[in-house]
């Protein structure tokens, strides 16, 4: 390990995984309990058969990781602070603590996963990444790390989301990705990650699918986990030292397909801590999705009767998916964490409250995430004097537009 | 209900090459017309797509057709009753998405296909590795499971996937989802080789065969072909059962030439 200063330091949570964590590495088979597998065309297979040797490869590679420690530490502006929010925590009557993963490069917690996965792009003799993205975010990070790099990129990006998220569609530009508008199905980000698999499965040989979170086939719902691993494996050894070595009682973090939620979960999956995800309402795959087989996985998924997959509604086009990560949906199967969800007038009310409390203006995804901590603070669920941390993933700058828009609908109308 | 490996092989040994045209079912209100119509017009089995919302093999074309077939309301059900309903002298195989399958219930499923008969069933997004559950059910109820060869499997793969496979081996011809190409590219004959060392069983070609010379092409090599998304095309554009006939009959000259 590179990273001999201490400060959130050597002890990474997806390492822990592997010692009899409730988060371990999954089966050969890529399963966590019953959920996971590789689902994909007999074309794709010997990638993903592949794309598991190298990754198991590069992670138990000293240079791998510590190359990789230095990137996001010197570029990517790591380790992240742990910020408690004084104002608040008063309001709620709890103690609220905030990772911030606002405060990355790129402004979100993805830039964690592409930089792991982009160097393993070089690694496996690739020179170019394919990205599917909702928000944008994952497509920013994934320009980003390709513009380091020196690797080709083509981003996939629902036609809705492009132009809900028209600033980010000009940054990847600007990083000298090409985005594609993707105008099948739904046009937002299953549908993205539809085109990706489509082209990966055209240029396997050149190129590399860098998927944004912890979904797809084995081993993408493991890789993308310990690639994020960082986030838990920081704020855990970050929470001891202010909390007097103690871990909170709480950890919130939205999901989507889960990723920023994974790797906040490995570091404090084998502490006491409650492990909360919060999902979108309009995309709640833990409580309102049925096991089912998508995106070359087996998870929980939004289907109909006949097992059609159904379209996702939520404000923030990052947690617009009808599914989930496969350990996420294992772990809500095993009540190791719980899942909840918050409708887009909680995350709304969320989002400015940040803002005015504590002068950070979250992402919409992640405002899902304080919106549970905001409804729940004095229940049962989350009582007063509890200690709370929160995986704020990102940063609000990409949503401010459109949460103008809609907050000026409303006063028209 | 045919045996689809049995009159597959029954036709490959009195010479003659093998032609397997794809259609979505319910994708118009005539398309169990147009099923009998390509029979009538000289395929030797034929492929019935069951419209799924996440078509991940499938291009623009077979994507479109799907997307009708859903507006319409069309439910995997629908399409094997209309399979039951028609006139199909000639073994049929349903190509679909695994969560339909898995949804519907493997056994239930399976005797559905049966029942309505349906010989065989393709399910590209269940790789061998997953395909235990289903292939035990569906072996049950006699329905054969078609598995896919790539030219990205390695040869320990192309050994155990024709080990496993029932019906035909589907050898992928490119790279890439389905959908016209202008040329056939240049993987399929090594693909068929590759099968070939392993199974005596037919192999036919599909993915991106668009016209006769191409079919033609294919079947030098392989016992057949599969066409697709040039005779879906053709449908999409209102031709009808009739311009769907002509387009196989053009691909049965072709193929018998050879
Ligand atoms: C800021 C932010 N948070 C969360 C997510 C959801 O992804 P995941 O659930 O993988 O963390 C996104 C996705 O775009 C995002 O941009």
Known sequence: MSRGDGDAGDDRGGDAGDRGSLMARPGPDGRFGEFGGRFVPESLMPACLELEKWFDDAWSDPAFRSELDGLLRHYGGRPTPVTECRRLSERLRIRLLLKREDLAHTGSHKLNNVVGQALLTKRMGKTRMIAETGAGQHGVASATAAALFGLECTVFMGEVDTKRQELNVFRMELLGAEVRSVISGSRTLKDAVNEAMREWVACVETTHYCLGSVMGPHPFPYMVRQLQSVVGAEARAQCRERLAGSDPDVVVACVGGGSNAAGTFAGFVDTPARLIGVEAAGGAAVTNGVPGVLHGMYSRLLQDEVGQIEEAQSISAGLDYPGLGPEHAHLASIGRAEYSSATDDEVLDAFRLLSRTEGIIPALESAHALAWVARNAGTAALPHGSTVLVTLSGRGDKDVAQVREILAGRRDG | ?258
């Open chain 2, 1 to 258: 209900m045919a045996d689809l490996e049995k009159e597959l092989r029954a036709r490959r040994e009195r010479g003659r090459k093998l032609l397997i045209p794809y259609l979505m079912g319910g994708m118009s209100d005539d398309w169990g017309k147009a099923l009998e119509a390509v029979i009538a017009a000289g395929a030797d089995a034929v492929e019935v797509g069951v419209p799924f919302s996440d078509p991940m093999m499938d291009g623009p074309v077979v994507q479109e057709a799907g997307l009708r077939a859903l507006e319409r309301g069309t439910t995997p059900d629908e399409v094997l009753d209309g399979v039951a309903r028609a006139e199909t002298p000639v073994p049929v195989a349903v190509m679909t998405y695994y969560n339909l399958i898995f949804r519907a219930g493997h056994k239930r499923i399976a005797r559905k296909m049966a029942s309505a008969g349906v010989g065989a069933a393709i399910l590209p997004d269940l790789p061998i590795e997953e395909i235990g559950p289903w292939a035990a059910e569906a072996d049950a109820a006699g329905v054969a499971t078609v598995l896919l060869v790539a030219p990205s499997s390695p040869p320990e793969r192309v050994a155990r996937i024709c080990d496993r496979a029932r019906g035909f081996v589907y050898a992928v011809a490119r790279m890439g989802v389905t959908g016209e190409r202008a040329d056939l590219g240049s993987d399929a004959a090594a693909v068929v080789g590759r099968i070939r060392d392993c199974t005596d069983m037919p192999v036919c070609v599909g993915v991106g065969v668009s016209t006769p010379e191409q079919a033609a092409e294919v079947c030098a090599v392989a016992d057949g072909v599969v066409v697709g998304s040039a005779l879906v095309r053709r449908l999409l554009e209102g031709g009808g059962p009739e311009a769907a006939a002509a387009f196989v009959g053009s691909l049965r000259r072709a193929i018998d030439e050879v």
